[in-house]
């Protein structure tokens, strides 16, 4: 059974830096690779950063510079650090991986940031 668990999100303030870490079991994200999503009130979800199996990492324009995504193999856990923060990144993030054309989600961590 393959999970997905995400923590780390909080209240923080404008500037502000997080560490959000996505612990994944019954997958291995060494092989399949994860992507982190957010999703802002009223808003679609939207791809955020991704690392593949073999460590290459994507991230979007608007978050470039800010976010790093990392993955620890033995903890099997993915990381997504965000430095200055700003209210633009209010949203919960949700980890996201497949395997064999089905999709997996974790339940999502919020991130609220105040100016």
């Known amino acids: 059974q393959v999970q997905l668990v995400e923590s780390g999100g909080g209240l923080v303030r404008a500037g502000d830096s997080l560490r959000l870490s996505c612990a994944a079991s019954g997958i291995q994200f060494s092989i399949n690779g994860m992507n982190w999503y957010r999703q802002a009130p009223g808003n679609q979800r939207e791809l955020v950063a991704a690392i593949t199996g073999g460590g290459t990492t994507n991230y979007a324009d608007s978050v470039k510079g800010r976010f790093t995504i990392s993955g620890d193999n033995v903890k099997n856990t993915v990381y997504l650090q965000i430095d200055d923060l700003n209210p633009e990144d209010t949203a919960v993030y949700y980890c996201?991986?497949?395997?064999?054309?089905?999709?997996?989600w974790g339940q999502g961590t919020q991130v609220t940031v105040s100016s």
């Open positions: 996201h991986t497949s395997r064999y054309w089905r999709a997996y």
